[in-house]
């Protein structure tokens, strides 16, 4: 079954304390992305990936790293979590970029995080 | 940055015709997408237009105007399934992220 899928679903941790959340597609997709979406400010970009060992900022990438090693992964990482950064996070795969033809984005199921 | 602006609630009776606007920025302009949104769940696709004029896909259609920088989603013979969040988001030039509107949230009653 063609499908995004991110670890973990759901997560609690503590200020500081460094976490990476996992995504993965098996669509052999060359765009990623990584959104947050936060009630009354909508999904955000945080950081995407056209293709392997290409990433760039997005709209809010304050706090966080990605790396794009392999086309199926891209993992986000916080290397010292704050709490606002509670949020739910998406991760999107395309085919290509979004913006060409009718290149739909699969979210995976997200991620609610959240720092104490 | 580029503001995309949308409703924030609407309610409609099942049965009924609704339809969610969408404004945007014009300048550097590529093209729409609409997602579907259920509580707790992720985005799914509905449609992305780049030409003017309405796409028809069953009981959703989409409608853009590219000189004007409007959008709609028209939702027909709604049923009660159809309540979710409906998120338009535009693409713009130069390899820029998509821009997401916060959301209209609809709610289908009886």
């Known amino acids: 079954e063609a499908q995004v899928t991110q670890n973990p679903r759901y997560l609690i941790t503590v200020t500081g304390k460094k976490l990476t959340v996992t995504c993965s597609q098996n669509?052999?997709?060359?765009?990623m992305s990584w959104y947050r979406q936060d009630p009354g400010l909508g999904l955000r970009q945080i950081y995407y990936?056209?293709?392997?060992?290409?990433?760039d900022k997005g709209d809010v990438p304050e706090g966080y790293k990605v790396s794009r090693k392999e086309k199926r992964n891209f993992p986000l990482i916080l290397e010292s979590p704050s709490p606002n950064q509670t949020s739910l996070y998406f991760c999107?795969?395309?085919?290509?970029?979004?913006?060409?033809?009718?290149?739909?984005?699969?979210f995976g199921p997200g991620t609610r995080l959240t720092v104490l | 940055g580029q503001n995309i602006d949308q409703p924030t609630e609407m309610t409609a009776t099942e049965g009924a015709i609704v339809q969610i606007n969408c404004t945007y920025q014009?300048?550097?302009?590529?093209?729409l997408f609409w997602y579907q949104q259920h509580a707790g769940e992720a985005p799914t696709f509905l449609s992305y237009n780049v030409l003017d004029g309405l796409e028809e896909k069953g009981r959703f259609s989409s409608f853009l105007s590219r000189s004007k920088g409007y959008s709609y989603l028209l939702l027909k013979e709604l049923q009660m399934k159809d309540s979710a969040s409906y998120l338009c988001?535009?693409?713009?030039?130069?390899?820029?992220?998509?821009?997401f509107g916060k959301g209209t949230r609809l709610s289908v009653i009886a």
């Open positions: 014009t300048s550097g302009f590529n093209g």
């Open positions: 999107a795969s395309s085919l290509s970029n979004p913006g060409l033809e009718d290149n739909e984005q699969f």
């Open positions: 988001a535009a693409d713009f030039s130069g390899n820029t992220p998509l821009v």
């Open positions: 669509m052999n997709h060359e765009y």
């Open positions: 990936s056209m293709n392997v060992e290409v990433t």
